[in-house]
């Protein structure tokens, strides 16, 4: 059953399209990754989903329902949650404030009592709890990143979406990171994320979508997408003797 | 409608956008370069019109030759002013750089008010302060002419510095990438330093033509302040060539309300308010 | 090692408001303050309890400019909540024969009125662009009012309005300075009552989970819109409150001064003292605004009556060397201190309340 339809969904600045027409469903229970070079359009895809920006075409079906016009508070109520690229905390908080405006606000009718509850769920989970008083600029940024997944928790969402979480990470800490998302994932909530680090993609993605210049080039398992002669193409451009995404992320693209 | 009324109120506008262009590119600077919110911006400018009065009273110094002097004065208070407080308020919330820098004026207002009290100054008694011409039943003064040349001119200047020159190329860097930039820490200090006090002088020197204009009070600082601000957003912050726009827009407009509205001239602050609110307003909303 | 694990999720079932009781202390004291001036300065406590009252007013002013800057925004209107305020009072008590009271909830809700409009148009707009945005409202109303017919609103002249009090006064009992004080001694109760209400007003916000909210919103809003907050209610709930407080402000001034003018009514003055006190005393708080403002009343009135001339060259050397060695205000100070006496303990926030989280460790 898929929980998020995608249809023919655009976003223009001005005169480049930086979505175009771009359809997908997302199963209840999977994880999707979507990768895609540099300005593809990834980041922007997951801001129009979470209502960030509003699209200049297409539509969104979440659950059932017509999201494209709600508010970013709105869908998130609904339960989509979000964690961001680039880490932003609210930094005059502490880690168990940043976390508790999540339980507070992601759900309607949520008592304090109950937001304590979730936020220190959410804090145990992603491993925060023992730095729960520290101040949240103060963090490391594999604790931000945490961070980042526990607040999208504690919203209590149906689907997550994660842009680029291991970036930036070393790859023992991308290791606890990708398990973090895969327990996330068995507790029933449906994953997106985009990635650029391949062997991560490989590990986590029941299935990938490969983005450029906006629009879907590619749609399968990771071993599909990655063998698909216009997937290197994008990545490479053409000419190139580097012949896979893994490859062309080795060689520093 | 008089048409010559409607080209009266053109006319006027257009020389009355110089002096808003040059006050309004100033803070522009303070803004885009250092990034801080300057709120004594304006009383740079009244002390350029009552340094220019001291001359002319003193030693009976022609307001165009003050310029050269009122410049460099004011360019030696600005920078003295950034070395003393604004260099150790950049990284700070913009509530506290707001707080500062009305401080600073706080002190300004005041001993200049100490110094010439509180009555309008003027200086009046130049030759060219009456000449005027008549060209199809539009009237033209001399002084605001030869102050919107004027102002055109170092407006030009400016520009010129900023697109064509070593430290121009290093103002522009600086405002566009401030953690970059501060690889060379010290010469970011300096290039701000230089960009403060260039900022006062800017304002200084609109400050000796309004001295010969109108008859201005220690206190006329602070509305030109409110004022070039509202240009400076209208054109969008760090955007330094609109402001020859945003100046011209607002200036065109009270002008032609002035001229052409029956007591208008009452309206003339409500006018230029009620443009900059709808912009920001309408601007807001395109977005996104 | 372990971490204390004592329910935390729980509040412990008897906190004790230490905030609730410090307003209530502080609200006797307010009552019996005109009567202590009386008995201790004699002849000069007129001259003292208008330095207190000018005191309460600023204080009224900075604590709701903080509320409203809590979600972030830099308001440069409350001039125009304040001369809505008054205005309205003048108007109804021109305009109606009912009770001059009565002016002073209609200057609140007329108020709220003007600051929902222009909070709702505002919502999109940030940091200075929104702070130039309230300021030309605040311009562009003061042109409205003065436009406005002179049989409602009295043009450029303005309306002259009665007191709200008058004292009867039996000729031959009282000395003048008797008569002048009786007549402040009420509008300073009155005042003390409005700076209560907006204490109570803040306390609360702080203390309920409206205070995360302010904060998310204020340090970022899309983050804390897509944590489900709601940026744009929160907001205008922030206006409606903050508002109403200063039009009540506005609608008493009035009747003490006596007059409504555009250009003193509509005065920058109001706008920006709103501003500086709260940075002065120190930020998003209740205490930061009202220390602020009882030492700014009392440094201008030390100044004044030391230097007279100038004595404001004096004021803006107090800002600046206030923003350059204590940035975080007054209450930064006093926290820095409390924080060092007590070696290395957690900051010490007397507003905070959630989360209840925090360990005994």
Known sequence: MSILTVRGLGKRFGGLAAVDDLSFDVSQGEILAIIGPNGAGKTTTLNLISGLLSPTAGSLGFKGKEIGRLTPEQRCRLGLGRAFQVVQPFPEMTVAENVLVGALFGKAGVSDAQARRLSRAALERTGLLRVRDTAAEDLTLLQEKRLEIARALATQPDVLLLDEVMAGLRPNEARQAVELVRSVRDSGITIIFIEHVMPVVRDLADRVIVMDHGQKIAEGSYREVTGDPQVVEAYLGPDDEIDSPEDARNAGV | ?288 | MTSNRRSTERRPALQVPFDLIAVAAAATLLYFVPELLKLVFDKASVSYLSLVTNALTLAILALSWDILARTGQLSLAHAAFFGAGAYATAILGKLTGWPLWLGIPFGGVVAVVLALLLGSVTLRLRGIYFAIATLAFTEVLRAVVQQLPTAIAGGSAGINISPLFRPTFVPGEMDRWEIAFTRNEHYFLVYAGILLFTILISIYLQRSRLRSAFTAIRTNEEVAAVMGVYPAGHKLLAFALSSLVVGFLGAVQAHRIGSVSPDSTFGIGTTVFALVTPIFGGLYTTLGPIIGAGVLAGVEETLKRTFQEGYLIGYGLVLVLSILFMPRGILGVINGLVKRLRGEGPPADPDHELPGERDSE
């Open chain 2, 1 to 288: 409608m008089d048409l010559s009324l409607l080209l009266q109120g053109i006319v006027s506008g257009v020389l009355a956008s110089g002096l808003y262009a040059l006050v309004s590119v100033g803070l522009a600077l303070a803004i885009g370069v250092i990034g801080i919110i300057n709120f004594a911006h304006g009383e740079f400018f009244m002390i350029g019109a009552f340094l220019a009065y001291q001359l002319f009273v003193s030693f009976g110094a022609d307001p165009v030759l003050s310029l050269f002097f009122v410049a460099p004065g004011l360019f030696l208070i600005g920078a003295v002013i950034y070395r003393s407080s604004i260099q150790y308020v950049l990284k700070a919330p913009e509530l506290n750089q707001m707080l500062l820098t009305f401080g600073i004026g706080i002190i300004l207002q005041n001993l200049a008010l100490v110094i010439w009290g509180g009555d309008p100054v003027s200086i009046s008694n130049v030759p060219y302060r009456s000449v005027g011409w008549q060209i199809a039943g539009v009237s033209v003064g001399a002084v605001p002419l030869f102050s919107f040349l004027i102002s055109l001119v170092i407006v030009g200047g400016l520009y010129y510095v900023l697109l064509r020159t070593r430290l121009g190329r290093a103002m522009r860097a600086v405002a566009q990438n401030r953690t970059g930039a501060s690889l060379v820490g010290l010469e970011v200090n300096r290039i701000y330093l230089i960009a403060f006090a260039l900022s006062a002088a800017l304002a200084g020197l609109g400050g000796v033509m309004i001295a010969v204009i109108q008859s201005p009070t220690p206190t006329v600082g602070f509305a030109f302040t409110l004022k070039a601000f509202a240009i400076v957003v209208l054109a969008g912050l760090g955007n330094i060539r609109g402001i020859v726009w945003a100046s011209l827009a607002v200036a065109l407009s009270e002008s032609l309300v002035a001229t052409l509205v029956p007591d208008g001239d009452v309206l003339r602050n409500a006018v230029f308010f009620a443009i900059i609110f709808i912009v920001l307003i309408a601007r807001s909303r395109r977005v996104a």
